[in-house]
């Protein structure tokens, strides 16, 4: 049997809970199943004191002591033995409240919150830095995936230069059954609503606002830039159909919902929307509910972060860390570092217009099938500088109109818009054209310095 050498004392820390949802009662089950480990491994036990809830007669998945729980943020917020908030109530108010509540009265905070810290987050931080506090915030992107600390420490020595992310879960699930089963946008929302992958209220899913929020603290973790979550370019998923879906398919693409960020030395291009991802491509390969996120960083080149975006465990498993690391603080006498969110200092800027992005294009546009059709749809786009790479369209019967599938060759984002526009208003045309971007294929990896050996 080994000898223990040396054993630190373990010191307890009080922790006060905000929620015990879906999250919240993750982080209690993981803090009593790994409890003894967690304490091996920082000499300290995160002991949670009280939780607060809204309704102390709900039923819960999982037995609590009524004991723990509270209606009364001030039996959290203004006890003097909490050192740690850990807020999983969702939503920005009262979170946001509570959270400069926790900060005024120096404690640290871990969230999961995403809305709250892209819509919020410059006070916040603000307040934390100001009193040498920290807010830790792992869960608030692609849940249990660990790529914010993969961004903040893995690859605190490069330097990134993109990232591109399935950070939404219920639009991959929707997309993804929409490709197995042929199935409507309306029925696969139903299922994933059926199956608990969708909310009674999709909006913020599926029409890329959480992702956004999700690229706005991605950007500020890769490059310390702060930018608001509004001002990002965000496409839905509703406006895929079946039909682009098989033509996709049929093309050698899968449709994706990506957040894609590209750090230059200026604005960062900042964008979400479904896109034509080439079959062959890593993500490509994401399924269901799952996230990822591929970094592009300039001396490690490409690499991946994969797994379970949501769900009880996964969250609670990143915010159970994010509680573990603040307790590494307090233990280490190290508290009071530059803030985990990202840089010493942020700055602020405005995402830069997409107007120049260069990418090939996926466009149906809906005419009715007349002689003459095709040269003008053709010319038109001429006309703008869009060129045409590939053309593809169903035969229709007599009389029915046509879906004229096009895919450009690369074009910058404006002649894209300003043809689209034109179509759009066109006499000929039957309803407004459907447009996806398409992802560039990954270039075969090349070997560096000497290639493997
Ligand atoms: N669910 C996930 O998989 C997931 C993944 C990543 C991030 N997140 C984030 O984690 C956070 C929590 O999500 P969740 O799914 O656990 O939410 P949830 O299941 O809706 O739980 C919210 C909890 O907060 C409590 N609460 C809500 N409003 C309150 C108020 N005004 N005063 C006191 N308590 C209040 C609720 O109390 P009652 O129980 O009494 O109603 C409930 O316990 C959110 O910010 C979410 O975006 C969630």
Same mark, same amino acid.
């Given at each position: ?31 009593? $199943? ?5 304490? =091996?491994?920082?000499? *300290? ?9 809204? =309704? ?24 003097? =033995? ?29 969230? *999961? ?13 603000? #307040? ?40 939404? %879960? ?15 946008? $309306? ?56 039909? =682009? ?15 894609? %960020? ?115 749809? #053709? ?20 009389? $029915? ?10 074009? *910058? $984002? ?40």
């Amino acid at each position: 049997m080994g000898t223990r050498l040396r054993s630190a004392p373990v010191r307890s820390i009080h922790i006060g809970m905000l929620g015990l949802g879906n999250v919240g009662q993750g982080v209690l089950r993981i803090l009593a $199943e790994n409890g003894a480990a967690i304490q =091996d491994r920082i000499a *300290a036990e995160p002991v949670i004191g009280r939780v607060l809830v809204r =309704d102390l007669a709900k039923a819960r998945e999982l037995e609590v002591d009524p004991a723990l729980l509270t209606l009364d943020p001030d039996d959290i917020l203004e006890d003097p =033995d909490v050192r740690v908030v850990v807020e999983l109530i969702g939503g920005i108010e009262p979170a946001r409240t509570y959270v400069l509540r926790a900060l005024e009265a120096g404690k640290h905070v871990v969230t *999961a919150n995403k809305a709250l810290l892209a819509e919020r987050g410059e006070e916040l931080f603000a #307040a934390a830095a100001a009193r040498g506090l920290s807010i830790y915030f792992e869960g608030s992107v692609a849940g249990g995936i660990p790529v914010l600390r993969a961004l903040r420490e893995g690859l605190a020595s490069d330097r990134i230069d993109r990232v591109i992310g399935i950070v939404n %879960g219920t639009s991959n699930y929707i997309l993804d059954a929409m490709s197995r089963t042929g199935a409507s946008y $309306e029925q696969a929302l139903a299922a994933a609503q059926a199956a608990g992958f969708a909310e009674a209220d999709p909006t913020l899913d599926v029409e890329g606002g959480d992702a956004a929020h999700k690229l706005a603290l991605l950007t500020l973790v890769c490059v310390g830039v702060r930018v608001d979550p509004d001002q990002i370019h965000t496409d839905g998923i509703t406006r895929v159909r079946p039909f =682009d879906i098989r033509m996709a398919a049929e093309l050698g693409y899968v449709i994706k919902s990506l957040a894609i %960020g590209e750090f230059g030395d200026g604005r960062p291009r900042l964008r979400v929307h479904p896109t034509f991802v080439p079959r062959d491509h890593i993500l490509a390969g994401v399924h269901g509910s799952y996230n990822a996120v591929e970094v592009s960083s300039r001396a490690l080149g490409q690499s991946m972060y994969y797994g379970k975006g949501a769900g009880m465990m996964p969250t609670g498993v990143a915010v159970v860390s994010d509680i573990i690391e603040v307790c590494r603080d307090i233990v280490g006498f190290s508290e009071g570092g530059p803030p985990p969110g990202a840089f010493r200092e942020v700055r602020a800027l405005e995402p830069a217009p997409l107007d120049e992005l260069e990418c090939e294009n996926y466009l149906c546009v809906h005419v009715p099938n007349v002689p003459g059709v095709l040269g003008k749809v #053709a010319s038109c786009l001429g006309r703008h500088g869009v060129s045409i790479k590939r053309m593809n369209q169903d035969t229709p019967g007599a009389g $029915e109109p046509i879906d004229m599938v096009i895919l450009t060759e690369r074009t *910058a $984002e404006a002649k894209v818009r300003a043809a689209l526009a034109e179509l759009d208003t066109f006499d000929l045309s039957l309803m407004p054209s459907h447009r996806f971007r398409i992802l560039e294929s990954e270039a075969p990896a090349q070997a560096v310095d000497g290639g493997p050996r």
